[in-house]
């Protein structure tokens, strides 16, 4: 079991930054693959930005591909995305997730590959 708390959302102008925090607790973080989704009112969730346990390998949504940067610090069971240039589509809830299990690249992109999720912070860019 793992518990997640994301932070770091908020209310920003077009073309400016924000670093989204994401805080586990629970078993050792750094078995974990993580990754970050979001959701806009009326959408379906959708992925962002994924990391290897080891962090080795990262994967990202190509509309963000170039803005955003996913990070982890095992030190402090911690991981983080860094959003540059933002855009006012990027407003929507982002959520942090974890899975222990090891999967194919494939399913880094898929939300239901997850087992553990955040309650979700919210980013608003404003135009």
């Known amino acids: 079991q793992v518990q997640l708390v994301e932070s770091g959302g908020g209310l920003v102008q077009a073309g400016g930054s924000l670093r989204l925090s994401c805080a586990a607790s629970?078993?050792?973080?750094?078995?974990?693959?993580m990754a970050w989704f979001r959701q806009a009112p009326g959408k379906e969730r959708e992925f962002v930005a994924a990391?290897?346990?080891?962090?080795?390998?990262?994967y990202y949504a190509d509309s963000v591909k170039g803005r955003f940067t996913i990070a982890r610090d095992n030190a402090k069971n911690t991981v983080y995305l860094q959003m540059n240039s933002l855009k006012p589509e990027d407003t929507a809830g982002y959520y942090c997730?974890?899975?222990?299990?090891?999967?194919?690249?494939?399913?880094?992109?898929?939300?239901?590959?997850?087992?553990?999720w955040g309650q979700g912070t919210q980013v608003t860019v404003s135009s």
């Open positions: 990391l290897s346990s080891s962090g080795g390998r990262t």
């Open positions: 629970g078993r050792t973080f750094s078995n974990y693959i």
């Open positions: 997730a974890a899975e222990f299990r090891n999967f194919d690249v494939g399913s880094y992109y898929q939300w239901d590959a997850y087992d553990y």
